[in-house]
């Protein structure tokens, strides 16, 4: 089958998870570099001291990179990122094409960045990813606003976050609910304009039909 082109303007829901259900994120140095890269790879700017930013973000819980760094990533970038989740063995990003082939050059970043990491640190060798990234096009606001909520409830699969989603650190949700951790690296506003009041989302998230169990669908 073709595949569909991605095209400047437009949103998607990308995802992938590890090659036969691997485990992908094991522990904090693990979450918190996937999170460094599909923050930071935006544009093709270089980061000559990953390390020492992703230590300091494991003991602050913010990345030490100057204003500087951050308008230049902003004022350079070829995709705009509106959501994520890092899942243990898959993530999900929802983001827009902002230049052409944008969502390609930062995908191969981020996972050929991720896969060389991952296996330097376990010893490991091959194909870290289930193929090549996925991608759903986003064609109207419903399936926008859908699609968030989808992202942001990912984690209530997860035996010690179920229902606990709200606080689960590796998504974006608390930065449409409490505070934009990461400004202008994050551009919620295309999700959050549509609502009053930050709460107005949150109530939108939990009234949502995403991500529900069998059985709390048949409560509905």
């Not at 094991?26 to 923050?39: M, V, Y």
């Not at 606990?164 to 974006?172: D, I, L, N």
């Not at 939990?206 to 048949?218: D, M």
Request: proline share 3%.
């Amino acid at each position: 089958m073709r595949r569909e082109k991605i095209v400047i303007g437009e949103y998607y829901h990308i995802y992938n998870r590890g090659i036969h259900k691997k485990i992908l994120f094991h522990d904090t140095s693990d979450h918190s570099r996937f999170l460094f890269l599909i923050l930071y790879f935006q544009s093709l700017a270089q980061f000559p001291n990953i390390i020492r930013i992703i230590s300091s973000y494991r003991k602050k819980n913010l990345f030490p990179v100057s204003f500087t760094d951050t308008k230049n990533i902003i004022k350079s970038r070829s995709v705009e990122l509106v959501s994520f989740c890092i899942m243990p063995n898959h993530f999900h990003l929802l983001m827009k094409e902002v230049k052409e082939n944008g969502v390609a050059q930062y995908m191969h970043r981020v996972l050929g960045g991720y896969s060389r990491y991952y296996n330097n640190k376990y010893g490991t060798s091959g194909h870290l990813f289930q193929g090549s990234y996925k991608f759903t096009h986003i064609h109207n606001n419903e399936q926008l606003l859908y699609n968030t909520a989808y992202i942001h409830r990912n984690p209530r699969t997860l035996k010690d976050w179920y229902k606990k989603e709200h606080v689960y650190p590796w998504s974006s949700y608390q930065d449409y609910v409490v505070k934009n951790r990461y400004e202008g690296l994050l551009l919620p506003d295309i999700v959050l304009a549509q609502f009053k009041e930050l709460d107005e989302y949150e109530k939108f998230l939990k009234t949502s039909t995403a991500k529900l169990s069998l059985e709390e669908l048949s409560e509905l």
